[in-house]
Structures are given as structure tokens and as C-alpha cells.
């Protein structure tokens, strides 16, 4: 095994996967994507560990793939499965984080991407931008959509609550 790859996959597989579960909406799709952005990124390590943070290649490769498999049947995300998914909890927190997830899941790939990346990940505009190979007015106008379309959906949901 290449030298530093093994540390590299234990201290951020974590977080891959995390991101991918965001992105994809299915467990089972996710570890198959982080499986293949970390085989992708092992077979290039020489060169993507004298990168000064290897992280945002190996982010690329799994975001290209998460599109990728939206594209490759012409899908719509898949939805969690009730055992995949977070169990209910009556903390109002817990609640609401599971709907902005349910919400997310309903955003087409890229703009989930900018989303998960962006806000979840903590990445800058210009890192995100990077990362997904995209103009960073097109994170910006991504990212503005996703949150209007996230806000509108909780409005909605929270009406609905209010009213049952």
C-alpha cells in the first residue's frame, strides 16, 4: 500500500461518506461512490499526496461520480430506505435537521452538491467551485437557489405541521 494513503482513507472516509450520503440520498450508493473515489485516488497517490491537501481532488472525483450516477440511468435520487435513514427523536433539533435532509434529497444533484459541499463540508465558495469544476457565480446562484428551494420547502412543511 502506498505511504500516508492508509492514514489519509482512516482520518477522512468518514466525512466522504458523510458528503456522499448528502449528495446521493442512499446509503448503499454512497459507499460504493467513496469506494470508488478513494480506488480512483489510490491508483494516482504518488501524485495526489504531494498535493498540499489531497482532500479536494479526492472531493472532485466523488462529487464527478455522484453526478455521473444520477446521469448514467437519468434518475432521480434515490430515497433513503425507513432503516437508512435517521430515527425520530423529539429533540426539535433532531427534527428539524431530518427534514432539511428529506428536503435536500429532493434537489437535483448539482445543487445538492453545492449545498452538502458548501454548508455541510464548510467549504468556500472557491473551494466548492474547484471541487465540482464549475465558475464560483455558479456555486453562488446554486447556492442561492438551493436555500431558497430548502426555505420554501420548510415553510411549507411547518405550515403543514401547524396545521394537523
Given at each position: 500500500m502506498e505511504p500516508g494513503f492508509a492514514e489519509f482513507v482512516a482520518s477522512r472516509a468518514a466525512a466522504l461518506f458523510r458528503t456522499a450520503v448528502l449528495i446521493v440520498g442512499d446509503r448503499h450508493a454512497a459507499e460504493d461512490l467513496v469506494q470508488s473515489a478513494l480506488e480512483r485516488t489510490y491508483r494516482h497517490w504518488g501524485r495526489v499526496s504531494a498535493m498540499e491537501t489531497p482532500e479536494p481532488y479526492v472531493r472532485r472525483i466523488l462529487a464527478n461520480l455522484a453526478v455521473d450516477h444520477f446521469r448514467?440511468?437519468?434518475?432521480?435520487?434515490?430515497?433513503?430506505?425507513?432503516?437508512?435513514?435517521?430515527?425520530?427523536?423529539?429533540?426539535?433539533?433532531?427534527?428539524?435537521?431530518?427534514?432539511v435532509i428529506r428536503v435536500l434529497r429532493e434537489l437535483p444533484p448539482r445543487m445538492r452538491a453545492v449545498l452538502v459541499l458548501r454548508y455541510f463540508d464548510d467549504l468556500t465558495e472557491a473551494q466548492v467551485a474547484e471541487v465540482l469544476g464549475i465558475a464560483v457565480g455558479t456555486v453562488k446562484s446554486q447556492a442561492a437557489r438551493g436555500l431558497a428551494k430548502l426555505r420554501e420547502a420548510m415553510a411549507s412543511q411547518e405550515q403543514e405541521e401547524r396545521t394537523a
Open positions: 448514467a440511468v437519468n434518475r432521480r435520487p434515490v430515497r433513503l430506505l425507513d432503516h437508512d435513514g435517521v430515527a425520530p427523536d423529539h429533540s426539535p433539533d433532531v427534527d428539524e435537521h431530518d427534514a
